[in-house]
């Protein structure tokens, strides 16, 4: 059978075996949430916070960065950017375990609270959006020393109404910073609905209010975020300045393992979000083009298997650092 | 040795280390081209230009997060707030982000920042630009937080900050901007941040304060003399660490401590310098611990008789001092 | 000057837009103005005619300097004709020249004068220090570091003036008294002064007179005391071992109305006992055995039977020492000093005897430590040393009384029987303090004393 047109992806310039490589951080970012889920149902980790929906936004969005070189400034839920950035599954787990050799934090912080120094992934907090200014400030910083740098920073469509949101992207519009704002609208911002968090209704119309494109693409979608995200990044590095990208993504989990969606979410309402999974429409794309079969996704499943085995084993045995370290690192040592 | 003011000490300091460190820049509200609406930038945006000393929007939450990121990728910016009073929108910024970020990452990332501002009143600013917003911050690890009282203290201590790895919170009272004025030599000095000052030895009472009241407790100390008695008067200088060492030795010489700053007196520093001394020189105290401070009302009235009532003065100072010392 | 800003200190008249002579609206521009925070015109403060203009353009002055005078319309209606020298205006200059704000600056700032000293204390006002005076109690409280030196150099603290509030002892009072003893114990080495044999001795010789060539003349005295050396005069500089024990015999004298009582004691039975243990005594130990150690046992168990003697003033109410701790004078060759034998009623006469030895030879030496001229409760003074009959001693404050024993003499008195005896009699003098101490209770205490040391002879009283 011939292709009557160009595949999606090669006309992206992607090879099939990267597309297959983004299923496999897809992949890899749910088995190794499922995980932590279980791990934390059976009350060996206290606290999980999912990214389940989103894979693909986060997937595509960092796959159009180049890892080391670009700056990482991420949201709590962005456990695919961080995996496509460069975090091991072993130190994904570390974090969860809380053991001292977590790079994140040593185990200071709850999970899902990122950094890496040697992948330039920035260590995040609790009160949300405020990550937005960093970012702002580590291109702001980047330009004055001439360094080729794109900043990657995402939040929730709840933290696009903060006050934060609002200074950042003026300031980064202002200055044509190179920083790419990328909005996951899940739909929920822990049980308040899109309806009753976003005047307007659209987070991506913000941006034109402060003078940059403000682009909304199906998060569900691989390679339509890869797509924006790319376009994105080659603007920042024109010197044409930021873009607002508002993936809609669906949250297929409670907020996190301290909340119950099922208070305001309807059965039938869950089982739809279900039905537009990024998973299986990639998965669709995949055989589609003939990039992976049933036996390679079957080998792939066993290697992220392995991997999160391999992960929850090792970190678990892992020691948390001394209890007196709780007093170091208040200002610099020595 | 030039003689210079206290904002000029501050604006050669700043010329001075964006001359050494390139990665040393301003930003903060008018503080390029007009140079500050106190001056304290005046002329620098000249010789570095507008990336360098950056008129920033009116967005102080920006002003401290841009600041934490720049710092995050390595320059050091000195981040100005207009007037202290305006300071708390950028609360979280400081004191969720800066303060932590070191302690957070395991010392993975650190925030080496400035945030300068002006405070202080008896300038007819009324509520809103004459508070002291110190003791907000000192209950902070993770910052630094220091209030010179001279232009020789300000350069020393301006230096220290720029160059310090971690957050350094930095208020000028700006009723001492262009009132107090003494030798500042050009060379580079730097007085470390955590140091406080005997600015006056003294053998009957201790009198420790910091910012303008430094100078009513100075003035008012060379009246006691007349008097007969002799008071030592400490410069606090860095709020946050405190230099315990020296509170403590400065309390015990004379078992006589009292306190002095404009801030509100519950809860302020003077109760945490109080606690010190009680916890360290319990038995060389011959004299509760005094202090003498600002009213615990929510800001300085506008008025003058009602400004003057709520300021501090040399004589007030002056009326604390000779009781104390007589007791 | 007006201030023109928040922190403004001083402007620059960078332009007149008046001349002497004008007539001026109120609020109308006198004068541009440059400071390094606004450039403004400055207003006229009242209406009139232009003097003169005190500061040239250009120069720069504070906030508050006199710029301008002028001559208001009411000035000028006084004054009768035109205004027009110098002179005129006198007033006016006083009135009108805005040295802040003019009139209405003046009103706030007499306003703002009346509130600026007074300081409410409380939760609202600004809080100025209010330290509540301590309690008018001598024995009252005491600050943490007085307590604390008080138990390191073992002061008592009732013996210490305080100058603090209400007579508060403060730190510097302590610290001042415990100098003082350092001073006195450090004093240079004694005489021989170990009490000596019965026989009354020479009186103690008087100083020599030191040559006086090279004395200035007419030293000034010191504020106060009306007297002054001339030529010939000796000049002698009072040290801190003398001045710290003539405040003493001062504040002695001074509180304490000093009454003086006096008894005669029989101790020919103890002439006799201590000749006949001394030469055996003074083998086994190598030290002499004096009178001394007799006195103060009869004085300690006496003073167990009269405990109101071994008491101190407090002022509203008297302390009764539970020690008896006591006090011997010692005469070293420049001054007196006063260790003290610590509870003296549990040393056996040996003991008393080995105890005042070391003392004498300490004090000689200048080797007593503050402990050892702390605490006494009584003291005893063994006068008769020097050959003194009979003596008035100064109370060692803050004690109760002090007891001086005279020179034994061998003297005839008139037995029971009428018959005339040689006998060795001794007087003892009692100085008290009549706050405390009444004639019947010293003469019961003195009747006590003198009837233990007249028990007192070979084979009935264990030295031991």
């Known amino acids: 059978m011939m292709e009557a047109t160009t595949a999606r992806h090669t006309a992206l310039g992607l090879t099939g075996e990267q597309v297959v490589d983004m299923f496999y951080y897809m992949l890899l970012t749910r088995r190794l949430d499922e995980r932590l889920w279980l791990l934390q149902r059976s009350g060996k980790i206290p606290f999980v916070i999912s990214p389940q929906g989103q894979e693909a936004a986060q997937v595509g969005a960092a796959y159009a960065f180049r890892p080391r070189q670009d700056w990482f400034v991420p949201y709590y839920r962005d456990l695919g950017v961080n995996l496509v950035a460069g975090v091991t599954p072993r130190e994904v787990m570390l974090s969860a375990f809380a053991r001292g050799a977590d790079p994140a934090s040593g185990g200071r912080q709850m999970p899902s609270h990122w950094g890496h120094r040697r992948l330039n992934i920035v260590s995040g907090s609790s009160p949300v959006t405020t990550q937005l200014l960093h970012a702002v400030g580590i291109a702001q910083a980047a330009r004055m020393r001439g360094d080729d740098v794109v900043v ?162 090792w970190a678990e045995a892992q020691p948390y650092a001394a209890p007196e370290d709780a007093l170091r690192h208040v200002y610099k040592e020595g | 040795m030039a003689v210079m003011n206290l904002v000029e000490a501050i604006r050669e300091t700043l010329r001075a280390e964006m001359r050494r460190d390139p990665d040393v820049w301003i930003v903060g509200e008018d503080v390029g081209k007009k140079g500050g609406v106190f001056g304290a930038t005046l002329g620098l945006y000249d010789e570095f230009g507008p990336e360098r000393v950056q008129d920033s929007p009116l967005a102080e939450s920006a002003i401290g997060g841009v600041g934490i990121g720049a710092a995050l990728y390595g320059t050091k910016p000195v981040c100005e707030i207009q007037f202290a009073d305006f300071i708390f929108p950028a609360m979280n910024q400081i004191v969720s982000e800066a303060a932590k970020m070191r302690y957070r990452s395991n010392g993975a990332w650190s925030v080496p920042m400035v945030i300068r501002a002006p405070f202080g009143g008896g300038v007819h600013g009324g509520l809103y630009h004459s508070q002291s917003v110190e003791q907000y911050f000192t209950n902070t ?27 350094v919170l930095f208020f000028e009272h700006k009723g001492l901007y262009r009132a107090v004025k003494g030798e500042v030599p050009e060379e580079d000095y730097v007085i470390p941040i955590g140091r406080a000052e005997v600015k006056r030895d003294g053998t009957d009472i201790t009198v420790i304060s910091y910012g303008k009241t430094l100078h009513f407790c100075l003035q008012a100390a060379d009246l006691l003399e007349k008097e007969g008695y002799s008071a030592l008067v400490l410069d606090l200088r860095t709020l946050l660490p405190l230099d315990k060492e020296e509170i403590v030795a400065a309390a015990r010489k004379t078992g006589k401590v009292l306190i002095v700053h404009e801030a509100s007196k519950t809860h302020g520093i003077g109760a945490e310098v109080a606690a010190i001394i009680a916890e360290e020189c319990l038995f060389d105290l011959d004299a509760p611990i005094q202090r003498l401070c600002g009213p615990d009302v929510p800001a300085m009235p506008y008025a003058d008789p009602m400004e003057k009532f709520y300021m501090l003065s040399t004589e007030k100072c002056l009326a604390a001092m000779r009781q104390l010392a007589q007791f | 000057m007006p201030q023109l800003g928040e922190s403004v200190t001083e402007g620059t008249i960078h332009r007149w837009l008046v001349a002497p002579g004008d007539l001026v609206k109120r609020y109308q521009p006198i004068a541009e103005v440059i400071t390094d925070k606004v450039n403004a015109e400055i207003p006229c403060p009242v209406a009139g005619r232009i003097i003169s203009l005190d500061v040239p353009e250009g120069s720069t002055v504070p906030v508050g300097t006199r710029i301008a005078t002028i001559l208001t319309e009411e000035e000028a209606a006084h004054a009768g004709s035109a205004p027009a020298g110098p002179s005129a205006p006198a007033e006016a200059v006083a009135e009108t020249a805005p040295a802040e704000t003019g009139s209405a600056g003046a009103a706030v700032a007499s306003a703002g004068a009346a509130s600026a000293g007074t300081a409410a204390p409380g939760s609202g006002g600004t809080a100025t220090a209010v330290i509540a005076p301590p309690p008018r109690t001598a024995g009252g409280r005491y600050s943490p570091a007085v307590v604390r030196l008080a138990q390191e150099h073992g002061v008592d603290l009732s013996r210490v003036h305080g100058t603090g509030l209400g007579g508060r002892i403060t730190r510097k009072d302590v610290e001042a008294y415990i100098e003082a003893q350092r001073a006195s114990a450090s004093a240079p080495p004694a005489q021989a002064v170990a009490p000596a044999a019965a026989a009354a001795s020479a009186p103690a010789p008087e100083p020599p007179s030191a040559p006086v060539t090279g004395v200035p003349f007419a030293a000034p005295a010191p504020a106060g005391y009306p007297v002054r050396s001339g030529p010939g005069d000796r000049v002698i500089p009072v040290d801190p071992v003398r001045r710290r024990i003539a405040n003493k015999m001062v504040q002695s004298k001074h509180e304490a109305p000093h009454a003086w009582t006096m008894m005669r004691v029989d101790v020919t039975d103890l002439v006799r006992l201590r000749e006949q243990v001394n030469p055996e005594f003074r083998r086994q130990h190598g030290l002499s055995l004096s009178y001394m150690p007799f006195f103060i046992k009869a004085v300690v168990e006496s003073l167990k039977e009269y405990p109101i003697l071994n008491s101190q003033w407090a002022g509203d109410h008297i302390v009764v020492k539970q020690e008896i701790n006591i006090s011997i004078a010692v005469a070293t060759e420049e001054a007196l000093a006063v260790p003290v034998i610590k509870n003296a009623d549990r040393l056996s006469i040996a003991g008393l005897n080995l105890a005042v030895a070391d003392l004498v030879a300490r004090a000689r030496a200048g080797k007593l430590t503050v402990d050892d001229v702390s605490g006494g409760t009584f003291t005893v003074n063994n006068t008769g040393a020097f050959g003194s009959f009979l003596s008035a001693p100064i109370i060692n404050y803050p004690q109760a009384a002090i007891l001086s024993f005279e020179a034994i003499t061998k003297t005839p008195v008139v037995l029971e029987n009428d018959a005339i005896a040689i006998r060795s009699i001794m007087n003892i003098c009692l100085s008290l303090d009549h706050r405390i101490l009444d004639g019947l209770v010293c003469a019961r205490f003195l009747q006590a004393v003198k009837r233990r040391l007249e028990s007192y002879g070979p084979g009935n009283v264990s030295l031991y």
């Open chain 2, 141 to 167: 690890a993770g910052l630094k937080v220091v209030v010179p009282a001279t232009p020789y203290d300000a350069k020393g201590l301006l230096t220290a900050a720029i160059r310090d790895p971690d957050p």
């Open chain 1, 152 to 313: 990657y920073t995402a939040c929730g469509e709840g933290s696009s109404n903060q006050g934060d949101f609002h200074e950042a992207l003026n300031w980064a519009g202002l200055h044509k910073l190179p920083v790419i704002f990328l909005v996951q609208n899940n739909e929920y911002a822990i049980s308040v609905p899109l309806d009753r968090q976003v005047a307007g209704g659209s987070v991506a119309a913000r941006g034109q209010g402060y003078g940059f494109p403000g682009i909304e693409v199906d998060g569900t979608d691989l390679l339509a975020v890869y797509e924006a995200v790319k376009a994105a990044h080659e603007r920042a590095r024109r010197g044409e300045g930021p873009t607002l990208i508002e993936a809609r993504c669906i949250r297929l989990t409670s907020h996190s393992s301290d909340d119950d969606q099922r208070r305001y979410r309807t059965p039938e309402e869950i089982a739809a979000v279900r039905e537009r999974d990024p998973l299986v429409r990639i998965r669709a794309y995949l055989r589609e083009h003939r990039l992976l079969d049933e036996a390679g996704e079957e080998a792939l499943e066993r290697r992220v298997a392995a991997a999160v085995d391999d992960a929850t084993e």
